[in-house]
Nanobody, 118 residues
């Protein structure tokens, strides 16, 4: 009932920047907190950043000071500005949204690849 579509991934050199976007559609009244996760081969999926409906952000220690999460509620879109990218940031990045009516059934995007060359 909610669809999340990510965009903005790609290949970038270390030290460069990318901005990821996630547009939500459908029954958007079901969404509260949104966030970005990432998963590299052989590793667990990890939370990168999240943001509440009112705009309060939270970041993983590994990206603090480099990444900025924001959202535009009028556009039903969440962004992740990634600066000073490192090879360790290489992963598939997934958009996530809390399902207010089913906490164990979060909404997920299809993922977008981010590759940082050294």
């Amino acid at each position: 009932q909610v669809q999340l579509v990510e965009s903005g991934g790609g290949l970038v050199q270390a030290g460069g920047s990318l901005r990821l976007s996630c547009a939500a559609s459908g029954r958007i009244f079901s969404i509260n907190t949104m966030g970005w996760y990432r998963q590299a081969p052989g590793k667990q999926r990890e939370l990168v950043a999240s943001i509440t409906l009112s705009g309060r952000p939270n970041y993983a220690d590994s990206v603090k000071g480099r990444f900025t999460i924001s959202r535009d509620n009028a556009k039903n879109t969440v962004y992740l500005q990634m600066n000073s990218l490192k090879p360790e940031d290489t992963a598939v990045y997934y958009c996530n949204a809390d399902n207010i009516y089913a906490p164990k059934a979060d909404f997920w995007g299809q993922g977008t690849q981010v590759t940082v060359s050294s």
